[in-house]
């Protein structure tokens, strides 16, 4: 099932090219926003799939595109972001230790939306793709052996960053949880439907031009050990994220008025813009295309605001 939020938060079913409002039977969870309601629904699950399937089996719903697609998970409790946890197609000769850092939850924007650049002095703004999972059910101290049942569903993630900040002391914070940095949807996909998450292509174009294509093949720590490791740090709850990570080396510079589009296969297409009203610009080549040339060190500033001037 691909569950999606609408319009004013409204809860809905995608079925082919529309969706199907099944606002009205989740109104009885007791909530404060579509957030919570969203967790609870995760949680309470197994009483609530039968009502939705039958609901959707005879509605016909409203055209996709006549709605405003949201955040389909609006707020989490956490986000949870593995680093650096992929091969890189093999350039790297051992997985680097396992390793996380937290995104604050309201980073978060959906689909349509736009990723605002903010005014400091960063190296180069990227955006990582990266496949996400949601916590169906509480994981506290989960072997690896069992951390599979607590996967609820998937959804594309773009993990934005602010690379080169100072001071360097303080690096991830101020990098990874900008407003905006946290891009998601445009669905959640139950984990019934997807049926290997561990060999699945991951693309990202800029413009229509395709800059990350990699497979999740590659990842170093596979996701039950993700789970597993971070379920002994803390409690993971019902909707919880946990972003997968990303093979860098297609990274590439994000900057005003791009296009971004990110697709994991069978989790659909997530589009955003991109905005940065001090009008900075870079060059487009990824990471790869600069170590191919021989070039050392992050895509350097073009133009603009806090350029160095040689």
Not at 64 to 88: F, H, K, T
Not at 114 to 128: K, N
Not at 188 to 209: H, M, R, S, Y
């Amino acid at each position: 099932m691909k569950l999606l939020h609408f319009d004013d938060f409204r809860l809905g079913v995608l079925k082919g090219d529309h969706v199907v409002d099944v606002t009205s039977l989740v109104q009885g969870i007791a909530h404060s926003g579509p957030g919570d309601r969203l967790s609870s629904l995760i949680a309470r699950w197994s009483e609530f799939r039968g009502p939705i399937e039958q609901a959707v089996a005879s509605a016909t719903g409203v055209p996709l595109n006549s709605v405003r697609l949201r955040p389909p998970v609006p707020r989490p409790g956490n986000i949870d972001c593995m680093a650096v946890n992929y091969m890189e197609d093999g350039t790297r000769s051992e997985p680097a230790p396992i390793n996380a850092f937290h995104k604050a939850v309201n980073c978060i924007i959906g689909p349509g939306d736009t990723m605002e650049l903010p005014d400091l002095a960063a190296s180069v703004f990227e955006g990582e793709a990266e496949i996400a999972l949601v916590i169906g059910k509480r994981a506290s101290k989960v072997p690896a052996a069992r951390a599979m049942e607590h996967v609820f569903g998937y959804l594309n993630f773009i993990d934005g960053s602010a690379r080169g900040v100072v001071p360097l002391n303080n690096v991830f914070f101020q990098m990874k949880s900008r407003a905006t940095f946290a891009p998601i949807g445009p669905y959640l996909v139950t984990a019934d439907e997807i049926a290997d998450p561990q060999n699945l292509q991951v693309k990202l174009w800029v413009n229509g031009q395709l800059k990350q294509d990699y497979n999740t093949s590659d990842m170093a720590h596979k996701i039950a050990r993700c789970i597993e490791w971070l379920s002994s740090i803390h409690d993971l709850e019902p909707g919880d994220i946990v972003a997968l990570g990303t093979n860098h080396r297609g990274l590439s510079a994000f900057q005003d008025g791009d296009a971004i589009e990110l697709e994991c296969e069978g989790l659909g297409r997530l589009s955003i813009k991109v905005r940065d009203e001090l009008k900075r610009t870079w060059a487009r080549e990824t990471r790869l295309e600069r170590e191919q040339k021989g070039l050392e060190g992050l895509t350097p500033q073009l133009t603009g605001k806090y350029a160095r001037v040689s």
